[in-house]
């Protein structure tokens, strides 16, 4: 499967990519996990990237570009993979386009998750994710079962930098502006589905299950 998870910030992409990826044995490739790892390891390409992180501003789309065509060529993503926060511009819609024709695939779904605006602040004001792996917990929908400690790995959860509240409404404008488009340019390429992401994580998950088995791709 090769699939599109698109939404505003704190729809539930990453946590719901994590899920699917997990049971179909398919690698997730999460934009601003990678640049979030860069700026935590100092890298180049993290101290590039992190005053836009940190103001809720996008990395430029080259950038962007270059980590998923470096992700797409492990030899993991051969068979399938899910984009998750990426594209989030015209501009790195067609460069995935491209990028695919050049290898001979295409993109077989684009799930835009929808969940009303008061529900998306709650969700980022409460998400600790871990330093270590970055599995993503919730304080309330979501608890660890040690507080402040990762189920998966034992690392430490904290509160990303970027889900203070000035910065989720600058998150939420840049969506607005630059990425909400990209759902008429997936529609009229018959490749979009809307998914109700409002309940808890398994009715998500099930219901994303079923549009994915109603397409016949799971
Ligand atoms: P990114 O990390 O992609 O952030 P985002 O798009 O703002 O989305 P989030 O990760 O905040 O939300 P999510 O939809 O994954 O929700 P989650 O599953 O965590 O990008 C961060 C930054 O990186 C950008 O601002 C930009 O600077 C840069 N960047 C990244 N990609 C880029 C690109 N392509 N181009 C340019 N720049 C880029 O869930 C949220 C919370 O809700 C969690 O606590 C979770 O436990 C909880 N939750 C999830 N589902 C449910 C549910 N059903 N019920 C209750 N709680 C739930
Ligand atoms: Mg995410």
Redesign the pocket.
Known sequence: MRLVFL?A????????AELIASRFHQPKI????I??EAVRNKTALGLQ?KA??DQ????P?EV?VGIVKEKLAEPMSAKGFIL??????IR?AEDLDELLRSRGERLDRVVN?VVPLDAVVR??T???SCSKCQA???VE??PPRRDGICDRCGGELVQ?S?DKKETVEA?LS??EQQTAPLVDYYRQRDLLSELD?????E??HQRLMDLLSAKGLA
Request: proline share 4%; aromatic share 8%.
């Open positions: 939404g910030p704190g729809v539930g992409k990453g946590t719901q999460s934009t601003g996990d640049l979030r990237a836009r992180l809720g501003k996008l990395v789309d962007v998750d926060g990426f594209p989030r511009t790195q998750f969700r980022l409460g998400r600790r993503i917990f919730h929908t979501n990303r970027d998150r840049v969506y992401g409002s309940g808890r994580i009715a998500v």
